[in-house]
């Protein structure tokens, strides 16, 4: 005779992995620059307010883009970009 078990517990399921983006070398340039530029700016501005900045402004260039996948680096590069420059120009005035 053949019983079947049936398992209490939850039923859980998988996630399709997906794979990183590709790190080219202007990518990797383009971090090194805003990494020069970033001592200036975290020493008068909060980091996690920085980050939350960045991130904000990623999403928006990520959303002008359709949400296209692949620029992801790209854009929190340029994110970083034009929060650092929002900076210094505030601190300039």
Known sequence: MVT????????????????????????VIAV????????AVTTSIDPEVRRQLVAAEAYFLAERRGFAAGHELEDWVAAEAAVDSRGQEMRAA
Request: proline share 3%; aromatic share 0%; net charge positive.
């Open 4 to 27: 079947n078990s049936v398992s209490g517990g939850t039923k859980t399921t998988r996630r399709k992995a997906t794979a990183a983006p590709e790190l080219t070398a202007s990518s």
């Open 32 to 39: 090194l620059k805003s990494a020069r530029s970033l001592t």
